[in-house]
């Protein structure tokens, strides 16, 4: 019996570029940056390397109520106002909460939390720490955040696998759906980690940009200049069903997601692979949504404005796709909203589920001079997608060799 289809009902994000999926997309599509500089204190005080980021575009005050963004690290604040837009926007499902479940994920968890907890222990004392900062802190608390808020009891999972996570999440929501765990699930990821430290630390590991004179040009996916990627924040959800399901109770369809892989590199913490299980992340990706690579039409690759991941990624999709690598327009959406590391693939989903749904592949920003080793067909403006079946894949890669790609279509 083959597996049912699964479809994107509805979508919701918290961005660099808007408050909600209407102002992100509109953001993207006009070709803007999410990166400006952070007026923090601690920038100048700590003499940071790197002085500027993709924060939110509007504090997460601005959506919640004082009380419950008060007992939520800004994670799960993000998490929160992304799945309350995409499940409005997806109709408000009426579903047996035993049918409804959450894949939600993040690359690092309670940053915030856990480090100003610290600062409070060594400065006031273990009386002085707040009794909420486990709860808050935990990598898991956003996908629990979520769960009580729509009284899901399918299941609240939490993948953790660096910039491949949420990525990940969707994949697995796809896989328990098919599977029959659910009839509805909320998939997506957050990061909410733009603090001094990760900001020291990545710029330690020479990841970062250090255009601090020009943060909106500072991420350049596949640009000769490109000299590190752009630290994001923010959070998308997805919310999808079984195709059954959705057409039962009239939902509008975005796309169709027909599977997903995740493979390892077993290679090395932070460099990928040389010879890589990329392209079969790639390759198994197809295989089990039963397309050839011939099929696709569109990816949103990782590409995250670094030197050496830029062109491994590169050299992955040629393997895998050919030839045919040409006749594939490739978008680099970061180049906009920065690196939300663990929800960067929840977002570049939602962008490519939206663009299959408007027929539109979203534009690269600041390429102005493309890396001949890397000859790929990028759309540096809104590019039209062709009429009939059109087929893309989104990429996510993260530290430690973790590998998530899904194939999604249109509805």
């Given amino acids: 019996m ?16 808007g408050a909600n999926v209407a102002e992100s997309w509109s953001a993207l599509l006009g070709g803007e940056s999410g990166a400006r500089s952070l007026e923090h204190p601690w920038v100048s005080e700590l003499q940071l390397p790197v002085t500027f980021a ?27 106002i992304a799945a309350r837009e995409a499940w409005e926007d997806a109709g408000r499902p009426d579903v047996d909460p035993e049918r409804l479940g959450v894949d939600w994920a993040t690359g690092i968890g309670g940053v915030w939390t856990l480090l ?36 899901a009891r399918a299941g609240a999972r939490t993948a953790v696998s660096a910039c491949a996570s949420s990525t990940e999440s969707v994949g697995n929501a796809v896989a328990h759906l098919q599977a029959g765990l659910a009839d509805v699930i909320i998939a997506g990821g957050t990061e909410a980690s733009i603090h001094p430290l990760p900001l020291a630390a990545f710029a330690q590991m020479q990841a970062l940009s250090k255009r601090n004179d020009d943060p909106a040009a500072a991420s350049r996916p596949y640009d000769k200049g490109r000299d590190g990627f752009v630290l994001g924040e923010g ?7 079984t195709e059954e399901h959705a057409r039962a109770r009239g939902a509008r369809i975005y796309a169709r997601i027909l599977g997903g892989a995740v493979t390892s590199d077993a290679y090395h ?48 999709m040629r393997k895998v796709f050919g030839g045919h690598l040409d006749d594939i327009v490739v978008s680099a959406t970061k180049a906009s909203t920065g690196h939300l590391l663990g929800g960067a693939g929840a977002i570049e989903a939602l962008f490519t589920a939206k663009g299959l749904s408007e027929r539109v592949a979203p534009p690269t920003i600041n390429l102005t001079d493309q890396d001949p080793e890397i000859p790929l067909d990028v759309a540096s403006s809104p590019r039209e997608l062709p009429e009939g079946e059109v087929l893309a894949l989104s990429n996510s890669f993260g530290f430690g060799g973790h590998n998530a790609v899904i194939v999604l279509a249109t509805a």
């Fill in 269 to 316: 913490i932070s460099a990928p692979d040389p010879e890589g299980s990329v392209p079969r992340a790639m390759t198994q990706a197809m295989q089990n949504a039963d397309v050839a690579a011939d099929d696709i039409r569109h990816i949103n690759a990782h590409a995250t404005s670094t030197p050496v991941g830029d062109i491994a990624e590169y050299q992955a």
């Fill in 235 to 241: 959070a998308a959800a997805l919310v999808l069903e």
């Fill in 54 to 80: 993709a924060s939110v575009k509007h504090e997460p005050d601005t959506a919640l109520e004082r009380v419950e963004a008060k007992r939520l690290d800004r994670g799960s604040q993000f998490s929160l």
């Fill in 2 to 17: 083959p597996a049912p289809t699964i479809v994107v009902t509805g979508l919701g994000t918290f961005s660099p570029l």
């Fill in 116 to 151: 100003n907890a610290w600062d409070t222990l060594r400065e006031k004392g273990a009386r002085r720490v707040p009794p909420l900062t486990v709860p808050m802190l935990m990598p898991n608390a956003p996908a629990a955040t979520i769960e009580m808020e729509f009284k």
